[in-house]
């Protein structure tokens, strides 16, 4: 009966923020970035994230996708199919970080850890997808050539001075991310634990010496997508940057608000 009650509860309450998020997009949607009015900032993550913290990465994930598909056929149509799935990736990228450093331990520290991780994972991990998609749905591209064209900059090395860049930023972001992750996990195994932060490390400094070597190597890229670039750095890399941010800080705070309620206590 109990666990039956637990699972009711679970299912109303991640309803009940998959609702909130898609309402709140209808009042709570306005462009920051003056240069490019269709980058709108909205407050649909923040319920995400607490779902996150409060149940893991798989409710997170869940809620996750409910909201994207829902955002994308009532809001952001025009976008399509494209702007739901880099919604998800984005959005999902900062879920499994968060989740994945809350889920042994859920204080203010772990929690701070993990929302400034997340922001950086989901910043950073918007640049290829821009690249990519973007240059697919505003120029045509066919998502084959940007994709080559985004990996072909990732292993460019026009220069001695972006190979040393590269190469010690590559070395301290796997170091970070290996040691943080390392630390953070509670298993046992050691092997294993050293492996899955091998793995995530890996990928986390890929996340970081990308858009290094598209700023150092902005040559591989063909003139179609030469478009694209400078809206990266001059207006989608600070939208993201500024969205992370409010929506770290607002989880954070409503977070620990709720927690001193009886209303998530017993969760948290």
Not at 172 to 197: D, G, R, V
Request: aromatic share 12%; net charge positive.
């Amino acid at each position: 009966m109990l666990k039956n009650l637990n699972k009711t509860r679970w299912l109303v309450s991640c309803a009940a923020l998959c609702a909130i998020a898609v309402v709140s997009i209808q009042f709570i949607r306005f462009p920051i970035i003056p240069a490019a009015n269709y980058l709108e900032y909205d407050i649909a993550d923040v319920p995400i994230f607490i779902g996150t913290l409060l149940y893991g990465t798989h409710s997170g994930l869940l809620i996750t996708f409910v909201v994207c598909v829902l955002q994308g056929l009532l809001f952001s149509q025009s976008s399509g199919i494209i702007g739901i799935i880099m919604h998800f990736i984005a959005t999902g990228a900062f879920v499994i970080v968060c989740g994945s450093f809350t889920k042994t331990k859920n204080t203010h520290a772990t929690r701070s850890i993990a929302l400034v991780l997340g922001s950086i994972t989901m910043i950073l991990i918007m640049i290829p997808l821009n690249l990519i998609f973007s240059s697919f749905f505003a120029l045509g591209v066919p998502l084959s050539e940007a994709f080559s064209a985004t990996m072909r900059a990732f292993v460019s090395l026009p220069s001695n001075a972006n190979a040393v860049i590269v190469a010690i930023a590559g070395i301290i972001a796997f170091t970070a991310a290996f040691i943080t992750i390392a630390f953070m996990s509670k298993s046992e195994n050691k092997p294993l634990k050293y492996i899955a932060a091998s793995i995530a490390a890996v990928v986390y400094a890929f996340l970081v010496m990308l858009p290094l070597n598209i700023v150092f190597g902005g040559a591989a890229f063909p003139e179609a997508m030469q478009g694209i670039v400078p809206i990266i750095w001059a207006a989608v890399l600070p939208f993201n940057a500024i969205k992370a941010g409010i929506n770290s800080v607002l989880t954070f705070i409503l977070f620990a608000a709720l927690k001193r309620t009886r209303l998530i206590s017993e969760y948290a």
